[in-house]
């Protein structure tokens, strides 16, 4: 999924749903995202969701 299918996706979900991510066998809250660079030629920059480390 780009950041963009994401974005399209997220605009038809109301503005207060909280982000939740499966994990471990569970669901995790989404605390926080990461952003990396592409790591080199043709290789696509990332974002990585940041489960959070409260529950």
């Not at 780009?2 to 503005?15: D, F, K, N, Y």
């Not at 605390?31 to 990332?46: K, R």
């Amino acid at each position: 999924m780009t950041v963009a299918q994401l974005m399209e996706a997220l605009s038809r979900i109301p503005g207060e749903a909280v982000v939740l991510m499966e994990a471990d066998g569970g669901l995790s809250l989404v605390s926080a995202l990461d952003f990396v660079e592409s790591q080199g030629p043709g290789a696509p920059a990332e974002v990585v969701l940041l489960p959070s480390m409260e529950e």
